[in-house]
Each structure stands twice: as C-alpha cells, then as structure tokens.
C-alpha cells in the first residue's frame, strides 16, 4: 500500500559529532557498548594505506579513533559488539592487488586488535570478495556479504578465536546476489539465521529485488530452509 502521510512529526535539536583528517572519512555501521558509541569504516586521512578501515569509539565528550588495516586499502562495513569485544567485518586489498573478506575482533577495554580472518576466493577483480554484516552471541560471529563476485556466502566463526567452523556459499539462483544484513535467534539449541539483500536472479519484478533467505545452523551443519 502507500504510505500514510505522518500528521504528528515533531521538530527536535539533535548532537552531530563530526571527526576526520584532511582527506575523506566514512562512517559505515555503529554498534552500542556500554555507555559508548562504536563506529566503523574507512579513511584516507591516516592510517598505513590509501584508505584504511577505521574503529572509533564515542563516551561523553570524548572520541577516539583507530586504524586497522595494511600497506594498501581496507574497508569496514559493518561491526557487531558483544561484551568487551567488536567484530568488524569488511574487504582488504591483497599484495596481489585483489580483495579479501576480512573479519577482525578488537578488544573496546584496552583498544587493541584480538585477532583477524582472511577468507578470499583467488578471483582477481575489484572488491569481489566483501562481508558487509555481521553479528555474534559471543559464542558465534555469523558473516555475511558477497564471494567470488556472484554468490552470497554465510560464514561462522568461533567468537574466541575467530577460526572457521562452516563457510557456505548460498545458491539461491542463477543471478546475483548481494547480502547486505544478518541477524538470527537462538531457539531449541538452533540459531536461525535470517540474511536480507538484493538479487536479480530471474524471476524478477526489474532489475534487482530485496530477497530474505532462512539458514539453521545447529553447531555443526547447515541446513537451507526457505529463501
């Protein structure tokens, strides 16, 4: 249906926190830790490369950031925090000058990189390769964005150490498909994992649509339920 014209809205002054160098910032994804704002995702104003994926962290008054990355450009796209910790996902350009999926975990209590993940398909083409969410019970990191420039991919890691325990690549057509968000419940010893995006796998109603798709994931296996 249409949407309802809205006849209550009300005028508010809002706080706008601005922070960056003297190239370009961008602000991908936000998570909340405690009292504390956590934000992610990349700049070529500091850092080791041209762009560098970037955590930053907001109590109060005060900000400060961080640079994660290597010698050529990184990209964060998404962040999920549970206890003490955040899980950033994003893309990292190679030595071989193709793209990586990077999963990285920072320690928020005393500002420093746990570990990281690389999971790449060997294709060399710009930023096939990309995890553009994430979310985690601490126990899990469940990862989700495009692999091989074509397919949607789950990947579930161990939340200590970030080892892998699945990687899937999701066929869900013969188009492409773009996973832009996960989140999932845990019910009966099964996480039911809910992945959304955009496909354009036939049939369509033009062009690219929105597409949902269920997986369980018992601890062991997958299973595809319904997309």
């Known amino acids: 249906g249409a949407f309802k014209e ?3 809205v009300h005028a508010f002054t809002f706080e706008q926190i601005t922070f960056g160098g003297s190239n370009a910032e961008e602000a991908r994804a936000v998570a909340i830790w405690s009292t504390s704002k956590v934000i992610v995702g990349y700049t070529n104003s ?3 490369g041209g762009y560098d994926a970037f955590i930053a962290v907001k109590e109060d008054t005060t900000l400060n950031m961080w ?3 290597t010698s050529n450009n990184d990209f964060a796209y998404a962040v999920a925090v549970y206890d003490n910790f955040a899980y950033i996902v994003g893309t990292t350009q190679n030595p071989f000058n193709y793209y990586d999926i990077f999963i990285a975990k920072w320690d928020l209590s005393d500002s420093t990189l746990v570990a990281t993940k690389f999971i790449a398909s060997g294709i060399n083409a710009p930023q096939v390769d990309i995890a553009y ?3 985690t019970d601490g126990n899990y990191v469940f990862v989700t964005g ?4 074509s397919y949607a991919f789950l990947a579930i890691l161990n939340a200590i ?3 892998i325990i699945n990687f899937a690549t999701l066929n ?3 188009g492409n498909e773009i996973p832009y968000t996960i989140d999932f419940k845990l019910s009966d010893g099964v996480y039911r994992i809910i992945i959304g995006g955009t496909t354009n796998t036939a049939p369509t109603f033009g062009g690219y649509d929105a597409f949902i798709t269920r997986i369980d994931f018992n601890g062991t296996t ?3 339920i319904w997309s």
């Open 6 to 8: 809205q006849t209550n």
């Open 46 to 48: 500091f850092g080791e």
């Open 67 to 69: 640079t994660i990355g």
């Open 133 to 135: 969410a994430v979310a």
């Open 146 to 149: 495009r692999f091989a420039d």
């Open 161 to 163: 150490n970030l080892n």
């Open 172 to 174: 869900l057509g013969s």
């Open 222 to 224: 997958l299973t595809h």
